[in-house]
């Protein structure tokens, strides 16, 4: 676990990087043509439908219903994990938006949209908060629902699907390049495994 948090942490720094000296790189304008030649009405609605459900709002309607969950089974620790896994995912993307300040994407490929965007956004590009709120909820999902009998793969297979789905639609939408997408993805991850091992441990202190 902790060489694949290394690794993470790694990936991160070099998005990093990337989008400080190059925010408008070759690499993210070519995957985001990539993405939006598929162009119907439903995918763009199915996007949309997404871009409210995966907001800040959405998540943590979703979130708290976890954490309700969880308390009702008496799974305290596993409530802690969720809210400080929830806070520190919110706070750290926020404070990378504000300390990149990277602009959302040119659009080239869709002229045709004003702004070049069909959703209200808030903030910088970098890294994509949906994205973010995705993974963290994909693995709060995973944590209080995998240890179910018959459920774990269908779990698995739920989160994965969602999170990637949430990436999609932001590049699609051009509210994000896809670095974006894969920094919010990382950021969540990350925050997510340090309020487990620090729930964790305290727990361990508190009551073994």
Not at 84 to 99: D, E, Q, R, Y
């Amino acid at each position: 676990m902790l060489l694949f948090f290394i690794l993470l942490v790694l990936i991160l720094l070099m998005l990093m990087l990337l989008v400080s000296f190059d925010p408008h790189n070759v690499f993210d304008q070519h995957l985001i043509t990539w993405v939006q030649q598929f162009d119907t009405d439903f995918l763009e609605r199915g996007a949309i439908f997404l871009a409210h459900v995966g907001s800040l709002y959405g998540t943590a309607i979703i979130a708290f219903i976890f954490l309700a969950y969880s308390l009702v089974q008496h799974k305290t620790r596993q409530a802690l994990i969720l809210v400080l896994g929830f806070a520190s995912t919110v706070a750290v993307t926020w404070t990378l938006k504000w300390l990149f300040g990277r602009p959302r994407p040119f659009i080239e490929a869709r002229p045709f949209i004003e702004e070049g965007i069909l959703v209200e956004t808030y903030g910088s590009a970098f890294p994509s908060a949906h994205s973010a709120y995705a993974a963290m909820l994909a693995i709060i999902l995973v944590i209080v629902l995998s240890s179910k009998q018959g459920l774990k793969y269908w779990v698995f297979a739920i989160a994965v699907i969602w999170a990637v789905l949430m990436g999609w639609s932001r590049v699609y939408l051009s509210a994000h390049y896809p670095t974006d997408v894969l920094a919010g993805w990382i950021v969540a991850v990350l925050m997510m495994i340090l309020s487990t091992q620090l729930i964790s441990k305290f727990w361990m202190k508190q009551y073994d």
